[in-house]
T-cell receptor, first 110, second 115 residues
Framework: SQQGEEDPQALSIQEGENATMNCSYK?????LQWYRQNSGRGLVHLIL?????REKHSGRLRVTLDTSKKSSSLLITASRAADTASYFC??????????FGDGTTLTVKP | DSGVTQTPKHLITATGQRVTLRCSPR?????VYWYQQSLDQGLQFLIQ???????AKGNILERFSAQQFPDLHSELNLSSLELGDSALYFC??????????????FGAGTRLSVL
């Protein structure tokens, strides 16, 4: 498995509920990014948070970063069936390597 | 549409063979990244090129090699293929390097099946 870890591995919720997924890493980072992947397709960038930032918002997405705990969380509010996908965090080091977590598979039931 | 083009979309080949995957980055992007995604290994970073030069290396096997050409397109060469090389191979591009906070834009991937 990869250096990054995400939990839960799978999450199933009802439409309208909030979804929270977490990501942990082990090295020092320059920034951390969250991506979404629909089944068998390419990843789509959602949000980037730099190491000196603690929280960022983008629409229904809220990302937090705690560098002391080496962890990040992604919150999707008021989820929709169309949010069903796999979500990955990727932490990027100054050396230029990008390490992706194992992903959280989110299922939003209508 | 991310603007990153990967060809071919599907590739079926036999063990021991060699294949070449091609990637055209978004217009203006200088960095190209290659990833391998398989069920048991997740999404693995293979290698990055920036403006023709190798910039960062991940878990790329010696049987694999890549290059970025002057027109910035990139090719990933996989040789002496094994069954375990069957995976989705993604290319991504960005304007600059990741440490600069640049966003990666991913192609749709090439699905490689080694029989």
């Amino acid at each position: 498995s990869q250096q990054g870890e995400e939990d839960p591995q799978a999450l199933s919720i009802q439409e309208g509920e909030n979804a929270t997924m977490n990501c942990s890493y082990k090295t020092s980072i320059n920034n951390l990014q969250w991506y979404r992947q629909n089944s068998g397709r390419g990843l789509v960038h959602l949000i980037l948070i730099r190491s000196n930032e603690r929280e960022k918002h983008s629409g229904r997405l809220r990302v937090t970063l705690d560098t002391s705990k080496k962890s990040s969380s992604l919150l999707i509010t008021a989820s929709r069936a169309a949010d069903t996908a796999s979500y990955f965090c990727a932490h990027n080091t100054n050396a230029g390597k990008s390490t992706f977590g194992d992903g959280t598979t989110l299922t939003v039931k209508p | 549409d991310s603007g990153v083009t990967q060809t071919p979309k599907h590739l079926i080949t036999a063990t021991g063979q060699r294949v070449t995957l091609r990637c055209s980055p978004r217009s203006g992007d200088l960095s190209v990244y290659w990833y391998q995604q398989s069920l048991d290994q997740g999404l693995q970073f293979l290698i990055q090129y920036y403006n023709g030069e190798e910039r960062a290396k991940g878990n790329i096997l010696e049987r694999f090699s890549a290059q970025q050409f002057p027109d910035l397109h990139s090719e990933l060469n996989l040789s002496s293929l094994e069954l375990g090389d069957s995976a989705l191979y993604f290319c991504a591009s960005s304007v600059g390097i990741l440490a600069g906070g640049n966003i990666q834009y991913f192609g749709a991937g090439t699905r490689l099946s080694v029989l």
